[in-house]
């Protein structure tokens, strides 16, 4: 498998990333546009620091990005093209036959 400049096998570091607690469900979430950052924390269940680690974490990772919307001063929240992809290897794994 690929390392990265770390030298960390990139799949793995990729995997790790999501298993953490409500990453996938963050992604999930903004599969159909953008997201602010309450709603996230309704459509998750996750408590508000929580969330504010989970979605730094997939933002440092470039699977996600973030505005402040200045108007209400929220946090808006949307994918990248690489949380897109990594979305649909999540919907796809999901599929396989289970043990």
């Known amino acids: ?51 504010t680690r989970q979605v730094r974490a997939l933002e440092e990772e470039g699977l996600v990005t973030s505005r402040r919307e200045t108007r209400w001063g929220r946090n808006q929240y949307a994918l990248t093209e690489a949380g897109r992809r990594t979305l649909a290897i999540l919907d796809a794994v999901a599929k396989l036959p289970g043990p």
């Open 1 to 51: 498998m690929p390392k990265g400049e770390d030298g960390v096998c990139v799949v793995e570091r990729r995997l790790a990333l999501l298993a953490g607690r409500f990453r996938a469900e963050i992604l999930k979430a903004l599969e159909q546009g953008e997201v602010h950052f309450n709603a996230l924390k309704r459509l998750t269940g996750a408590s508000a620091n929580s969330l």
